[in-house]
């Protein structure tokens, strides 16, 4: 049989057998018989080469991975390397032994554990007001039938639009007494003592900041509540659950993710707010993180203030991470289901005007009243006497030594001139390079969204969220502030602040970017694709056009954000790269309210065109937004 089966068995083809004169290359093989890649590529690199080029050709050939590169190397270098510079330079050798002067020496109360300590109050106040206030106004609104509805929801959502500077500037025009400085304010001028704890230090410096982020609270909260399912409530009401039961019962536990939500935001605003501290607490020494980092750099103390920006950072990102823990935790507050039902609103009954009332209040003293009171300064000799003997010095007078040390009015000064081009035209360069870099990202997260780069991506453009702007500015500054390589070093240069400001706003844009780009179909764009179409023609023949009216809303907001902005550019700004809102923070510190508040107004208004014009470009390229 053994012979048979031999002789029956086709011989091997001629091609088939090896030349006598060819070496038999024997592959090395593992003990259980399989062959050791790692053996094969050391003897023979020839041959694996060959073998793993089909692979590189493939993942090169990969649709879309040139852009994935290119837009997780852009945000790498405008997020990820500006942060770990600052963290490098904490433990090169020129800041030895700063992480423990700051945390555990002799002065590390001052340095940090005592900002550390007013920090976290003022953040978790500043949460408690906001999440009270502003949800107390989203119940009114969405909840109940009390008048005039939709002007306390327009209201409610006003101060977040005003810079927190000149509400504190308002503040300080209003209750500034004669402990610094020697000026007072209205009140004071009026014949009324003003205590110290009221015109100075940790109470006005809360009050400001909850007038100002309750809005951001107010416009979470009311989203969540006009979700909640009419037909639970007016189930509980059949049968027979008092209002407050339903509230506790039913309101809240859907709400609670959104209050959470609410709470963090503001707690994190709060704790990296320069602005309002900085006026109302530094005149009493009262220093926050954000301010005492400013005062380290400002004295040339740059490792004490890298360590402290770090240590903001920290801060405001674990408490960001708790609130979100806390809400992707809970997973049973579904509120929108297949079922369609009418709004079902308390009936306040009496206490409908009284309720109206007490919003309307508090609307109209955080969004009217400091408006009134910087454009009133503005005109007034000074701040004792806001509503008499207006005039105009402030704003087209002439040097007068007898009026504010001889300083110009605005039309007339030749630094506050400057400041509003350089101001306006940042505005505008940042918009266009926010919007096309965020378009650029916001293409790869829409298009390419199951991709390990893509999630590297998408999570790099979140991290500007978690870093105060302060913060964001030091860590600029520790990356251009000497040159490197190739670079030129960038501190005071325009370039400096374009960059600085793309990199720490590009989280908005890039929202923006996905928002409209995924209402584009992405079969124009496949289809683009397989006639030959770049990623870039694609972008810019079909992407952009039909995206073009959102982009330009999300172009306006970034331009609105930097222009107010004061928290990234203080660090950032020099003698000869002037800015408004440093300009108006340095007038109030030297003792000329009068032109930090006109210098403030020109701000306003600026900011509230854009933002009134933005709205409507939105709500033209989301029509159901008027409803």
């Given at each position: 049989?053994?012979?048979?089966?031999?002789?029956?068995?086709?011989?091997?083809?001629?091609?088939?057998?090896?030349?006598?004169?060819?070496?038999?290359?024997?592959?090395?093989?593992?003990?259980?018989?399989?062959?050791?890649?790692?053996?094969?590529?050391?003897?023979?690199?020839?041959?694996?080469?060959?073998?793993?080029?089909?692979?590189?050709?493939?993942?090169?050939?990969?649709?879309?991975?040139?852009?994935?590169?290119?837009?997780?190397?852009?945000?790498?270098?405008?997020?990820?390397?500006?942060?770990?510079?600052?963290?490098?330079?904490?433990?090169?050798?020129?800041?030895?032994?700063?992480?423990?002067?700051?945390?555990?020496?002799?002065?590390?109360?001052?340095?940090?554990?005592?900002?550390?300590?007013?920090?976290?109050?003022?953040?978790?106040?500043?949460?408690?007001?906001?999440?009270?206030?502003?949800?107390?106004?989203?119940?009114?609104?969405?909840?109940?039938?009390?008048?005039?509805?939709?002007?306390?929801?327009?209201?409610?959502?006003?101060?977040?639009?005003?810079?927190?500077?000149?509400?504190?500037?308002?503040?300080?025009?209003?209750?500034?007494?004669?402990?610094?400085?020697?000026?007072?304010?209205?009140?004071?001028?009026?014949?009324?003592?003003?205590?110290?704890?009221?015109?100075?230090?940790?109470?006005?410096?809360?009050?400001?900041?909850?007038?100002?982020?309750?809005?951001?609270?107010?416009?979470?909260?009311?989203?969540?509540?006009?979700?909640?399912?009419?037909?639970?409530?007016?189930?509980?009401?059949?049968?027979?659950?008092?209002?407050?039961?339903?509230?506790?019962?039913?309101?809240?536990?859907?709400?609670?993710?959104a209050v959470v939500a609410a709470g963090s935001l503001t707690f994190a605003s709060a704790?990296?707010?320069?602005?309002?501290?900085?006026?109302?607490?530094?005149?009493?020494?009262?220093?926050?993180?954000?301010?005492?980092?400013?005062?380290?750099?400002?004295?040339?103390?740059?490792?004490?203030?890298?360590?402290?920006?770090?240590?903001?950072?920290?801060?405001?990102?674990?408490?960001?991470?708790?609130?979100?823990?806390?809400?992707?935790?809970?997973?049973?507050?579904?509120?929108?289901?297949?079922?369609?039902?009418?709004?079902?609103?308390?009936?306040?009954?009496?206490?409908?005007?009284?309720?109206?009332?007490?919003?309307?209040?508090?609307?109209?003293?955080?969004?009217?009243?400091?408006?009134?009171?910087?454009?009133?300064?503005?005109?007034?000799?000074?701040?004792?006497?806001?509503?008499?003997?207006?005039?105009?010095?402030?704003?087209?007078?002439?040097?007068?030594?007898?009026?504010?040390?001889?300083?110009?009015?605005?039309?007339?000064?030749?630094?506050?001139?400057?400041?509003?081009?350089?101001?306006?035209?940042?505005?505008?360069?940042?918009?266009?390079?926010?919007?096309?870099?965020?378009?650029?990202?916001?293409?790869?997260?829409?298009?390419?969204?199951?991709?390990?780069?893509?999630?590297?991506?998408?999570?790099?453009?979140?991290?500007?969220?978690?870093?105060?702007?302060?913060?964001?500015?030091?860590?600029?500054?520790?990356?251009?502030?000497?040159?490197?390589?190739?670079?030129?070093?960038?501190?005071?240069?325009?370039?400096?602040?374009?960059?600085?400001?793309?990199?720490?706003?590009?989280?908005?844009?890039?929202?923006?970017?996905?928002?409209?780009?995924?209402?584009?179909?992405?079969?124009?764009?496949?289809?683009?694709?397989?006639?030959?179409?770049?990623?870039?023609?694609?972008?810019?023949?079909?992407?952009?056009?039909?995206?073009?009216?959102?982009?330009?809303?999300?172009?306006?907001?970034?331009?609105?954000?930097?222009?107010?902005?004061?928290?990234?550019?203080?660090?950032?700004?020099?003698?000869?790269?002037?800015?408004?809102?440093?300009?108006?923070?340095?007038?109030?510190?030297?003792?000329?309210?009068?032109?930090?508040?006109?210098?403030?107004?020109?701000?306003?208004?600026?900011?509230?065109?854009?933002?009134?014009?933005?709205?409507?470009?939105?709500?033209?390229?989301?029509?159901?937004?008027?409803?």
């Amino acid at each position: 049989m053994g012979s048979d089966h031999g002789r029956h068995r086709k011989a091997a083809p001629e091609h088939w057998r090896p030349h006598p004169a060819a070496p038999v290359v024997m592959l090395p093989v593992s003990r259980s018989g399989r062959d050791t890649g790692a053996e094969c590529e050391n003897r023979f690199p020839l041959m694996t080469s060959n073998l793993l080029w089909p692979r590189g050709r493939a993942l090169a050939g990969r649709p879309g991975i040139a852009i994935k590169l290119a837009a997780l190397g852009i945000v790498t270098l405008l997020v990820a390397l500006p942060l770990l510079k600052i963290l490098a330079f904490t433990f090169s050798d020129e800041a030895t032994g700063t992480w423990h002067e700051v945390l555990f020496s002799r002065l590390s109360y001052n340095l940090f554990w005592g900002p550390l300590q007013n920090t976290m109050l003022l953040g978790f106040a500043t949460a408690a007001g906001c999440v009270i206030i502003g949800g107390f106004l989203a119940w009114l609104v969405a909840m109940t039938d009390i008048p005039f509805r939709r002007t306390i929801g327009l209201m409610a959502t006003l101060p977040f639009m005003i810079p927190s500077f000149a509400t504190a500037l308002a503040w300080g025009s209003l209750f500034r007494n004669s402990r610094v400085g020697g000026h007072v304010g209205f009140i004071e001028g009026l014949g009324f003592a003003v205590p110290d704890w009221l015109a100075w230090g940790m109470a006005p410096t809360l009050i400001v900041l909850i007038a100002h982020y309750y809005s951001l609270a107010f416009t979470v909260i009311v989203a969540a509540l006009a979700t909640i399912n009419s037909d639970l409530v007016e189930a509980a009401q059949l049968a027979g659950a008092r209002r407050s039961r339903i509230l506790a019962g039913i309101v809240l536990p859907v709400v609670l993710p959104a209050v959470v939500a609410a709470g963090s935001l503001t707690f994190a605003s709060a704790v990296s707010n320069f602005a309002v501290p900085a006026l109302l607490g530094l005149p009493v020494r009262m220093q926050t993180l954000a301010t005492r980092l400013f005062g380290m750099i400002g004295i040339g103390q740059t490792a004490r203030g890298y360590v402290l920006a770090i240590l903001l950072i920290l801060v405001s990102a674990v408490f960001l991470w708790l609130g979100n823990r806390m809400i992707s935790g809970r997973r049973s507050y579904a509120t929108v289901t297949g079922k369609g039902g009418r709004s079902k609103r308390f009936q306040l009954g009496a206490s409908r005007y009284p309720l109206f009332a007490v919003a309307f209040v508090i609307c109209f003293l955080t969004t009217i009243v400091p408006v009134v009171i910087l454009f009133a300064s503005s005109l007034a000799p000074s701040s004792s006497a806001l509503f008499s003997d207006w005039n105009l010095h402030y704003w087209i007078g002439r040097s007068n030594a007898a009026i504010a040390q001889g300083q110009p009015g605005i039309w007339h000064n030749p630094g506050i001139l400057s400041a509003t081009a350089i101001t306006v035209g940042l505005g505008v360069a940042v918009a266009i390079t926010t919007t096309a870099v965020g378009l650029l990202v916001a293409f790869v997260l829409a298009r390419y969204r199951d991709s390990i780069i893509s999630a590297a991506i998408n999570q790099l453009t979140l991290v500007p969220l978690l870093v105060p702007g302060i913060a964001f500015g030091a860590a600029y500054i520790a990356l251009f502030g000497a040159g490197f390589g190739p670079v030129p070093a960038l501190y005071g240069t325009f370039i400096l602040l374009v960059i600085a400001a793309t990199a720490y706003l590009l989280p908005f844009s890039v929202q923006t970017g996905r928002a409209v780009i995924q209402q584009v179909s992405g079969d124009l764009d496949e289809s683009a694709r397989m006639t030959g179409a770049g990623t870039l023609r694609r972008l810019a023949a079909i992407t952009m056009p039909l995206a073009a009216r959102g982009l330009a809303s999300g172009a306006l907001i970034v331009f609105v954000k930097i222009i107010r902005d004061l928290s990234l550019v203080v660090l950032l700004f020099t003698p000869a790269m002037p800015l408004l809102s440093v300009l108006a923070y340095r007038y109030a510190s030297e003792g000329f309210p009068q032109f930090a508040n006109a210098i403030t107004v020109v701000v306003l208004v600026i900011s509230i065109a854009a933002t009134l014009f933005a709205n409507r470009l939105q709500s033209k390229s989301q029509p159901w937004l008027k409803d």
